[in-house]
């Protein structure tokens, strides 16, 4: 979907990683992936990434990061 949008993001791959997958579970609470942050908001996984596209508020948040 974030690609389809032409929007940049940043894939940090903490499969193989046991200190970058720590750190993801420490900062977000949770230990499942995708786990989502727009700026320095956590946003939660896929389905609520989806929930805030459906709800229409996914733009307005990108579009006010990046302001």
């Not at 791959?13 to 970058?20: E, F, K, S, W, Y």
């Not at 942050?37 to 990108?62: K, S, Y």
Request: aromatic share 6%; hydrophobic share 35%; net charge negative.
């Amino acid at each position: 979907m974030l690609q389809s949008k032409g929007w940049d993001y940043q894939d940090i791959p903490v499969d193989a990683d046991q200190g970058l997958r720590s750190e993801m579970m420490q900062k977000s609470g949770q230990h499942t992936v995708p786990q989502i942050w727009i700026g320095d908001q956590h946003i939660g996984g896929c389905d609520e990434l989806f929930r805030l596209e459906v709800g229409n508020q996914l733009n307005a948040m990108v579009m006010g990061e990046n302001q």
